[in-house]
């Protein structure tokens, strides 16, 4: 966006915050883009408790389809980090 020197008065800063780091805190208004590019992100559990960071307004963006997918994507995904095998390597 380009901004005449005499709307410089609009401007406004602001700031982010990941969904993650925000859990626990509220904000009057949230903005939540979700996209392909973090297919691996894409979960109704992060788009729900991204909404509920919102006191007042809630506002989704991005592409239909990642916007589907996360929706539908209620079950968690397994891990494979194998921390069960790494704790047990470092207790016996």
């Not at 020197?5 to 915050?17: G, P, R, T, Y």
């Not at 208004?29 to 991204?50: F, K």
Request: net charge positive; hydrophobic share 40%.
């Amino acid at each position: 966006m380009e901004y005449d020197f005499a709307d410089l008065n609009e401007v406004a800063l602001a700031w982010s915050i990941s969904i993650h780091k925000s859990q626990g805190s509220e904000y009057p208004v949230v903005i939540i883009p979700i996209s392909m590019s973090h297919y691996v992100m894409l979960s109704r559990n992060l788009v729900y408790t991204g909404l509920t960071r919102a006191k007042k307004l809630a506002i989704i963006v991005g592409e239909k389809k990642a916007i589907s997918i996360a929706v539908n994507q209620g079950h968690r995904r397994q891990r494979y980090t194998r921390l069960v095998e790494r704790l047990c390597q470092k207790v016996f």
